[in-house]
């Protein structure tokens, strides 16, 4: 028994993409706080807009839109990414200049193009209201609310978004039958090819920065520079932090401008842009029928019930 999970382990440990563990060492009850703020929209000035209106945890952590849509119906810059296994990124965002989970949390509030409020705001909102009030002071100690604990309990709720148990995963831990035979041909043509080396890890991405168009440059209108808008160093002129491939086929539509509508479509162009290579029908196929196995468990929880609103703040409406 022991010589066989040893035999199990390096197999595993001799791939590229590893298995993704459940989640461990969260504090419970920041946890339960931060689900209420993800889904208050209260934290937006119109009181419409919460953290999962752009991440939806139903599709996938991500919204399904070209770029997002925003306060007063403002069309976002750039594809939003799923938040689902964001706690393995190496940093958050598509420029990566939030360095993790609770930094990337208080972005969006104050951003005059999605919730568009500001973090005294948002924090006056919470601290009229009783419950909130007497929540954080069970969970921090004390009921004076602060954006550095609506931030941390956000980032502690986030960091539970994993998704193990995905058909390759199971495969991965030695569940010979969890792959097809076209499935696995995909897996060996994505390895053969090239692409695990940027999409490698239990999140297969999200740790490194790659250029987006290394063999041929990517034509596109979005005007988003990557890595360069927070180093300033022309090196880093269009370079995106890698996108985990887990969920992926939920995930749609691809690439940071959202171009790419299909998982075919995406395939067939990462190969020819970043690897040089023009994948046959069959061989994009294949690539897409592993893709799909990438898919795991789903978040599961009952929706939480938000406190009644005891705050008198004028709104502006929310699509004017």
């Known amino acids: 028994m022991a010589a066989s999970l040893g035999l199990v382990s390096a197999s595993i440990a001799a791939e590229p993409i590893q298995v ?21 929209p209260r934290l937006s000035i119109s009181g419409f807009i919460s953290c999962n209106s752009c991440h939806n ?15 007063k119906w403002s069309q976002g810059p750039i594809n939003a990414p799923t938040v689902l296994n964001s706690s393995l990124n190496l940093a958050q965002f598509w420029d990566g200049r939030a360095k993790d989970l609770k930094e990337q949390a208080g972005g969006p509030i104050a951003n005059p193009g999605e919730m568009a409020s500001n973090h005294t705001l948002a924090v006056d909102v919470l601290q009229s209201i009783p419950e909130y009030v007497r929540e954080f002071q069970l969970v921090f100690g004390s009921d004076k609310v602060d954006i550095d604990k609506v931030t941390q309990a956000i980032a502690e709720f986030e960091k539970t978004l994993v998704t193990p148990n995905s058909r390759f995963d199971l495969w991965l831990l030695g569940k010979k039958d969890a792959l097809t035979q076209e499935e696995l041909a995909g897996y060996n043509l994505f390895k053969s090819s090239g692409c695990t080396s940027c999409h490698n890890g239990s999140a297969v991405g999200g740790n490194s920065f790659q250029k987006m168009g290394v ?17 300033g160093k022309d090196a880093d002129r269009f370079k995106f932090k890698v996108p985990t491939l887990r969920n992926v086929e939920l995930t749609y539509p691809y690439f940071h401008d959202g171009e790419a509508e299909t998982l075919t479509e995406a395939v067939d162009v990462m190969g020819r842009l970043q690897l040089g290579k023009k ?15 990438l898919t795991g468990e789903q978040p599961s929880f009952l929706m939480p019930i938000l406190p009644p ?9 929310p699509f004017d």
Not at 20 to 40: M, R, S, Y
Not at 279 to 293: G, H, R, Y
């Open 20 to 40: 993704i563990k459940p989640v461990q060492n969260v504090n419970l009850a920041q946890v339960e706080l931060g689900k209420k703020l993800f889904f208050d």
């Open 57 to 71: 945890l139903s599709m996938g952590g991500s919204d399904n839109l070209k770029t997002s849509i925003g306060h």
């Open 215 to 231: 063999v041929k440059p990517y034509k596109t209108s979005n005007k988003a520079e990557g890595l360069f808008a927070v180093t």
């Open 279 to 293: 994948f046959s029908e069959k061989e994009n196929a294949q690539i897409v029928a592993f893709l799909k196995t």
């Open 309 to 317: 609103s005891t705050d008198k703040t004028p709104r502006s409406k």
